[in-house]
């Protein structure tokens, strides 16, 4: 079978460079940030809205491809689990999903809030959120 | 910049396998299916047990990547909307995201309930809910 290649579609900018002190999930004091997406694609963003509560998809580049089992949130007084089973970055296919609120949208710029991904990941999608995820808020 | 490759780590068994036919979200009909892991990746799912809710990212490999705007729900009364605002298959990444409640877990076989992935689709990454409280495991 053809590989499966994955086009980024943009970039994050965002004052988070450093991965040690990241926050883990966005609801945990993460920055606003801005998506700056390839002109490419601007089309595909029609429809989408300050206010829109969204996922973002990025591809966790600094993430290890080749770690199965993790003590979660890196607490090593918890026994290891499997990476499904937790948020870990690192995973076969470091793609992070990140539920975050569209603030403004400036061009091919969308400013966001709560986004922990680092400075320079790739964006690679976008999609509304999952209706049972809307239904639980 | 190297290409960004998705490597799958299994693949969806499902008696869904006409695409005209199929469910478009897992909570409008969509059967029981399994999701078959590449022994391989066994590890990772350490920790996943029956009744879990889990989020699995497939890669959609009928989607189109060419295409930017459709009419939600291909219903052609509705304007136009770029796919960032919708959950259409067709987008420049096609990965899907299917919340499913996991059935049993047989080996590298787990049933899981309503996903509207066709037979065959390549099984990407499963990852816990995305809601506070699960995140907090």
């Known amino acids: 079978m053809a590989p499966l290649e994955v086009e980024p579609i943009g970039r994050v ?24 997406f390839d002109p490419a ?5 029609r429809g989408v809205r300050p206010g829109d509560e969204v996922i973002v998809l990025t591809w966790l580049d600094r ?7 993790v003590h979660p949130r890196g607490d090593t007084s918890r026994p290891q689990q499997g990476v499904f089973s937790t948020r ?14 569209i603030v403004s949208i400036e061009g091919s710029r969308v400013r966001v809030r709560n986004l922990e991904a680092l400075d320079g990941t790739p964006i690679v999608d976008v999609k509304p959120v999952l209706s049972r995820e809307i239904s639980e808020r």
């Open 41 to 45: 694609v601007l089309e595909a963003l």
């Open 13 to 36: 900018e965002s004052p988070l460079t450093d991965p040690a002190s990241a926050p883990m999930q966005g609801d945990e004091g993460a920055p606003d940030a801005w998506l700056v």
């Open 63 to 69: 993430a290890r491809r080749d770690v199965l089992s």
């Open 88 to 101: 870990s970055q690192h995973r076969p296919n470091p793609i992070g999903l990140h539920p975050v609120e």
